[in-house]
Nanobody, 128 residues
Framework: QVQLVESGGGLVQAGGSLRLSCTTS????????MGWFRQAPGKEREFVAT????????AYADSVKGRFTISRNNAKTTVYLQMNSLKPEDTAIYYC?????????????????????WGQGTQVTVSS
């Protein structure tokens, strides 16, 4: 069973940057597409970004496009989320998750129902 651990969250001022990491164990990392999702207080969890298993394809939510970059290092079994130009509305708990690579790209990979294993989340707080 795949286990995921997120790290890198914290408190940052608006306009700042953070880099989140998600390290996996217990599975074959390169077999999975990876996704980042977030959940703000009082809101449903929402899609942020996804990356195909060999990093050839990425997709982003419109709200983060041009500011966030998802990447992965299969040798380190880690997926990253570089977040620049952060805004207060980016404040949320950020989760990474694994998905089998079959399906309609990228549409299906925007849905949390596509993902099987999840990390515990890391808090990102952006102050104004």
């Amino acid at each position: 069973q795949v286990q995921l651990v997120e790290s890198g969250g914290g408190l940052v001022q608006a306009g700042g940057s953070l880099r989140l990491s998600c390290t996996t164990s217990g599975g074959t990392f390169s077999n999975y597409a990876m996704g980042w999702f977030r959940q703000a207080p009082g809101k449903e969890r929402e899609f942020v970004a996804t990356i195909s298993r060999r990093a050839g394809n990425t997709a982003y939510a419109d709200s983060v496009k041009g500011r966030f970059t998802i990447s992965r290092n299969n040798a380190k079994t880690t997926v990253y989320l570089q977040m620049n130009s952060l805004k207060p509305e980016d404040t949320a708990i950020y989760y990474c998750a694994t998905a089998l690579p079959s399906g309609s790209w990228p549409t299906e990979f925007h849905s949390e129902n596509k993902y099987d294993a999840w990390g515990q989340g890391t808090q990102v707080t952006v102050s104004s």
